[in-house]
């Protein structure tokens, strides 16, 4: 079994779980509820963890990510493939913006893609933020991921409350 079929099985393995639970007694979920108060009680707390992770968000976008966007990225190329303790390492070179070449031996490139085979000439984009060493820049989605993550949980955080403040609405305009 490869390194990350474990993982993938185990999440499949507990989503079917929590889907069993959920078809064996549906009746006990906030929004199948028929009491108002519990509705009532369950939008509230989906309303108030929608609220955290939108703050958590905003908080990731811009202290983090936005800054991060700002740091100069160049064109850079593999000049030799280097072994360092065992594990082959591309070093890399690129022009800052005075024109000067810089190279540098890029140590986290394999453990940030650990599935990539690098080889001479390949071209890449380097970040050279100024507090710290360059490195090989990844896409933008790699970057951007904990915050599209967020908003998707905030997203669905917001359609439960959403769902439950509806059913509190049908049960209360009953009575």
């Not at 993938?8 to 006990?28: D, F, Y």
């Not at 609405?169 to 009953?174: A, I, K, N």
Request: proline share 6%; with cysteine; hydrophobic share 55%.
């Amino acid at each position: 079994m490869l390194q990350h079929e474990a993982p993938l099985a185990a999440k499949v393995g507990w989503i079917a779980a929590v889907l069993l639970v959920i078809a064996l007694a549906p009746e006990k979920l906030p929004f199948f509820s028929r009491d108002a108060g519990t509705s009532l009680f369950f939008r509230n707390v989906f309303g108030g963890i929608f609220v955290a992770l939108l703050l958590l968000d905003l908080f990731v976008i811009f202290w983090i990510q936005l800054p991060q966007e700002q740091v100069p990225r160049f064109d850079g190329r593999v000049v030799e493939l280097v072994s360092l303790q065992g594990v082959v390492i591309p070093r890399l070179q690129f022009q800052d913006d005075m024109g000067k070449p810089t190279v540098f031996d890029d140590a986290l490139a394999p453990t940030i893609f650990p599935r990539h085979t690098f080889f001479v000439s390949e071209r890449l984009v380097v970040r050279a933020p100024a507090t710290a060493l360059p490195h090989i820049d990844h896409s933008a989605l790699a970057r951007w991921d904990t915050a599209i993550f967020l908003i998707l949980i905030a997203a669905l955080t917001f359609s439960l409350s959403l769902a439950c403040h509806l059913r509190y609405l049908s049960l209360t305009s009953r009575a």
